[in-house]
């Protein structure tokens, strides 16, 4: 790799002494090296954190310094663009930024020798209904929740798979996770892990009022269709759609969002052998 593009978040290098680091050592390497301007990242209102205009085409890799989240928003920002992604993990170790500040060098040593892997990761889509019409549509890179807004009522989700009515939750919310979300929300409600890698739907269930419920997997061909049910008493109650804990889409009984397998994948480069199960363990050491 020759070229490379970096976005950084400012609240983990608010002067820039790693992103600058990053830039010196490339350029020192012969290899070109470009720094998204903070001011101008989100001038667009197609993006959110990452204006993906302004990214060259010719770009080959996009250096992302944060951590998990910045990875995410990175990733929906640019997926369009189809190019691999590096997290660089400025906090703790995480599932998605694997490389840590010590082991930088050695990363970028790797991409400039083009000694690297590709993994591709699922992403899904929502797409939600008011009357039957279109009102909005995000993708997600981990999760899509669906949960009441309000007071704390339970609200009763109905749930379609295919159009096939599938079951009722009475519950707080729902979770609708890729393989590579199923290491966060969907985890601390009590669903199982999954290979980042896998081509599955995951849905989870957000405090549910019965004791038998469990998380149900899904074919990646599947399209899950949530529709918001009434509270207690049949009342009319809020909600809200959330695409990895950042765009909300607000919903209302009657309304629906329909969830599916995305057109396309985000690209996440492996510079090291650290597996997933390894990752995973030093994790579930560390809680």
């Known amino acids: ?50 204006n993906a205009e302004l990214i060259p085409e010719d770009v080959e890799c996009i250096l992302v310094l944060g951590g998990d989240g910045t990875l995410l928003q990175a990733a929906r920002d640019v997926v369009n663009k189809q190019i691999p992604l590096l997290g660089i993990n400025l906090g ?21 020798l083009d000694e690297y892997e590709i993994e ?8 939600v ?33 295919n159009e096939e009515f599938l079951n009722s939750y009475n519950a707080d919310g729902i979770i609708v996770a890729t393989p590579t979300g199923s290491t ?32 149900i997997l899904f074919d990646d061909k599947d ?17 809200v759609a959330s695409f990895d804990g950042d765009t909300n889409i607000p919903m209302r009984t009657g309304d629906r969002i329909v969830i599916e397998r995305a057109g396309k994948n985000t690209k996440i480069v492996k510079t090291n052998h650290i597996s997933f199960l390894e990752i995973l363990r030093k994790k579930m050491n560390n809680s």
């Open 1 to 50: 790799m020759d070229k490379f593009y970096i976005i950084t978040n400012h609240s983990k290098d608010g002067n820039l002494a790693v992103t600058k680091r990053i830039e010196e050592y490339l350029t020192s390497n012969g290899k070109t090296c470009m720094i998204q301007d903070k001011d101008s990242a989100a001038m667009s209102a197609a993006y959110r954190y990452t």
């Open 92 to 112: 703790t170790l995480g599932y998605l930024a694997e490389i840590d500040q010590s082991s930088i060098k050695p990363a970028l040593d790797h991409l400039m």
């Open 120 to 127: 591709e990761r699922m992403m899904i889509e929502g797409t």
């Open 129 to 161: 209904y008011h009357n039957n019409k279109k009102v909005a549509s995000d993708l997600a890179l981990n999760d899509i929740v669906i949960r009441r807004e309000g007071p704390l009522r339970v609200v009763k989700f109905r749930n379609f798979v």
């Open 184 to 215: 966060g929300y969907s985890l601390s409600a009590g669903g199982p892990i999954v290979s980042p890698t896998a081509a599955l739907l995951l849905m989870t269930p957000i405090a549910p009022h019965t004791l038998n419920t469990r998380s």
């Open 223 to 239: 399209r899950i269709t949530v529709e918001i049910g009434p509270g207690r008493g049949e009342s009319p109650e809020n909600a």
